[in-house]
């Protein structure tokens, strides 16, 4: 098993910005990919940025140029540096982790999840 905890969420107005970080713990030598999603009132969970172990970055279009997602597989942590923020990115944001193992011709694969970070953005 593998626990995630997710903070640095918080009331900001737009243009200013925040961090969240992730710490992991548990089973983690079967993490892969790392990253965040947010879930904003009535929409679907939705993808913000992912990283692999060896730093390869994937961002949401509506995310790219202002958000910066990095990970320091030594101490088990990412975090997202989130910069001018909009009015359209208050969401709960949720730390992810990815995990795979076993065999090529069986492989097991697992999901984890914080227990997600609030973000509001208003003026």
């Known amino acids: 098993q593998v626990q995630l905890v997710d903070s640095g969420g918080g009331f900001v107005q737009p243009g200013e910005s925040l961090r969240l970080v992730c710490g992991a713990s548990?089973?983690?030598?079967?993490?892969?990919?790392m990253g965040w999603y947010r879930q904003a009132p009535g929409k679907e969970r939705e993808l913000v940025a992912t990283?692999?172990?060896?730093?390869?970055?994937n961002y949401a279009d509506s995310v790219t140029g202002r958000f910066t997602i990095s990970r320091d597989n030594a101490q088990n942590t990412v975090d997202l540096q989130m910069n001018s923020l909009k009015p359209e990115d208050p969401a709960v944001y949720y730390c992810?982790?990815?995990?795979?193992?076993?065999?090529?011709?069986?492989?097991?694969?697992?999901?984890?999840w914080g227990q997600g970070t609030q973000v509001t953005v208003s003026s």
């Open positions: 992810y982790a990815h995990e795979s193992y076993g065999p090529v011709e069986r492989v097991y694969e697992n999901v984890y």
């Open positions: 548990g089973r983690l030598n079967s993490i892969d990919v």
């Open positions: 990283i692999t172990p060896r730093g390869i970055r």
